[in-house]
């Protein structure tokens, strides 16, 4: 529908602002400028998935990396005094180490572009109800199905929801004066009524 | 050959007034030349300005109409005929006022903050169908970009409470934060159900499926409880009053715009009224059959009679009812406590949503709806 010329201009200015917001995220000196710019590289990359016609893929980067993982970054950021951990001057070593690696997958990647045949594909041209297939496949218990990985993953998430829970779950200690319940349920306070000296809370004796 | 001409002139009057949206004429249009897509940038940009203009303004005027109503008083009645203008002058004196970043802020992050905030809202604006024939954009996976989309959205506010270098707006980003994330769930959860009744993620095949009753009574329980579920979540990820810990100004100042002043903090407040209308709109679209006419069974003349109000004065009209209902929250509920708000959410919408799923599911499955539903 849309022009050759128009999808090269939305390609390229696309690609080019990715390869600019992923470079921010390497090299900002901020923790959270560096976040904002991963997220910036991810929603665009939906972008060159839509332009891939695979806008459910698109749709879930963004729900998924956009929304959760990236606005959980800048939560544990925001959480820490992430002005205090700035690591303005890596080592030597580590800087060698760390151009080295780059520099070699670099050359891996540009020698795995270089030698690989791209191959048309076909389904392209057909826009199809992707939504509905991907329901399907995910449910179907045949050969192509994948409903084994499905139940795994959704398995995985429960124990995972389940561990959370259970780690950020905050045993109160013994002589706790309120419940972080507060008059909610309208408790009534369960311990004796407390008595402050000057160092320690202890219980009254009355 | 006289009917064959009628024939003609008959399919190119239909195709002509199919319901096309937007894009996917912007898109037929620029088959051949790159400048005509350019000139639609252009222009949806304009148009978009305008509208956002006008619609904020026209629901900060209706918002101080109706908090004057609810409290016995007049509301802005100088400017202009009832007090039109007063918005008008209002934003005029934000334009013009000193845009201030404080000394110690991050300013990079000071000055994106805003845009990022407005920037959700104006997204969501372009996936609403207004009428049969005006939608920007038909996602087939509209609902999942919603809430895609829509988690999006605390970053402007996380950003803008983070980048001021101040503890109230710090507190107040977090706040937001929590209660936007949390809320979200019970938002999808509800959006889900709809999914379900209607078979599809796209906003206008959700319109369809209301053809033959809205899903808020067509659902049985389940329907009218996800309406509820997601009205009470949007109030609360629209950061307002009985869920405006954000702002608190009796104890955060402002919140996460203390530090904001001029245009900047002019950005902040139309997105949240944008957002108003936004959320609005969805619950219109979604439980209250969007643009599709009123009907009850059987009643013939009834029904042809509701059918004479165009789809977008529906449209419309159910968008305004749900604001004035957003607005009434406002003046009737006082404004919770950080750990009401938890409780709220995560010890009761969130089960209720999950058994609401679970009902619907079942009345899906059991085609046990009121009415008969169309192709099935």
Request: glycine share 8%; aromatic share 10%.
């Amino acid at each position: 529908m849309i022009s050759d010329a128009t999808y090269t201009v939305m390609f390229y200015g696309l690609s080019a602002t990715v390869i600019l917001l992923a470079l921010l995220a390497v090299n900002a000196r901020q923790l959270l400028r560096a976040a904002l710019g991963l997220m910036g590289m991810l929603a665009l990359s939906a972008g060159l998935y839509v332009m891939l016609r695979a806008e459910f893929l698109a749709g879930v980067q963004i729900l998924v990396y956009v929304g959760g993982i990236v606005v959980l970054i800048v939560f544990a950021i925001m959480l820490t005094r992430s002005s205090e951990l700035l690591e303005d001057h890596p080592a030597k070593l580590t800087r060698i180490l760390g151009a080295t690696f780059s520099i070699m997958f670099m050359l891996i990647a540009c020698y795995a572009l270089g030698t690989t045949k791209f191959t048309e594909s076909e389904s392209t041209q057909a826009v199809r109800d992707e939504v509905r297939d991907i329901g399907l496949a995910l449910l179907d218990r045949g050969a192509n199905g994948y409903l084994l990985p499905f139940e795994a993953i959704s398995l995985l998430l429960l124990v995972a929801v389940i561990g959370g829970t259970v780690v950020a779950r905050k045993t109160p200690p013994k002589h706790q004066p309120f419940t972080t319940g507060g008059d909610l349920r309208g408790e009534t306070v369960a311990h004796p009524p407390l008595v402050q000296d000057d160092e320690h809370v202890v219980e009254s004796k009355s | 050959m006289n009917t064959a001409l009628i024939n003609m002139a008959m399919q190119t009057t239909l195709a002509a007034i199919e319901p096309r949206t937007i894009a996917q004429r912007a898109a037929e249009s620029a088959h051949e030349n790159l400048w005509i897509t350019a000139g639609y940038f252009l222009a949806a940009i304009v148009g978009v300005a305008l509208l956002l203009s006008f619609l904020g303004m026209a629901l900060i005027y209706i918002e101080r109409k109706v908090a004057a109503a609810f409290q016995c008083r007049i509301g802005p009645n100088r400017v202009g005929p009832w007090g039109l203008l007063q918005t008008v002058a209002d934003t005029l004196k934000l334009v013009f006022k000193e845009d201030f970043v404080p000394q110690m802020a991050d300013r990079t992050l000071h000055m994106i903050a805003p845009f990022l905030a407005l920037l959700v809202p104006v997204v969501l604006l372009a996936l609403i169908p207004y009428s049969p024939a005006l939608q920007v954009a038909d996602l087939n996976i509209g609902i999942l970009f919603i809430t895609a989309i829509g988690g999006f959205g605390v970053m402007g506010i996380l950003i803008a409470g983070w980048s001021s270098n101040n503890k109230w707006s710090m507190i107040g980003a977090m706040r937001a934060g929590a209660q936007i994330i949390s809320y979200e769930l019970s938002a999808t959860l509800a959006l889900l159900v709809v999914v379900l009744f209607s078979g599809t993620m796209s906003l206008t095949g959700i319109v369809q499926s209301q053809e033959d009753g809205w899903w808020i009574w067509r659902g049985h329980a389940a329907g009218l409880c996800a309406f509820i579920i997601y009205l009470v979540a949007s109030t609360a990820e629209l950061n307002r009053t009985p869920f405006d810990i954000p702002e608190g100004e009796s104890e955060l100042t402002a919140g996460f715009h203390t530090e904001y002043s001029g245009l900047r903090f002019a950005f902040f407040f139309l997105a949240e009224f944008i957002n108003m209308f936004t959320v609005s709109a969805l619950t219109a679209t979604l439980f209250l059959g969007g643009w599709m006419p009123f009907h009850i069974g059987d009643w013939t003349s009834f029904n042809s009679a509701m059918d004479a109000i165009p789809p977008s004065i529906w449209f419309l009209g159910k968008v305004t009812a749900i604001i004035f209902v957003i607005m009434w929250f406002r003046w009737t509920f006082p404004r919770l406590r950080v750990d009401q708000l938890m409780h709220l959410e995560w010890k009761v919408l969130l089960p209720i949503g999950f058994a609401n799923l679970f009902i619907a599911a079942i009345i899906v499955l059991a085609n046990a709806y009121p009415y008969p539903v169309a192709g099935q």
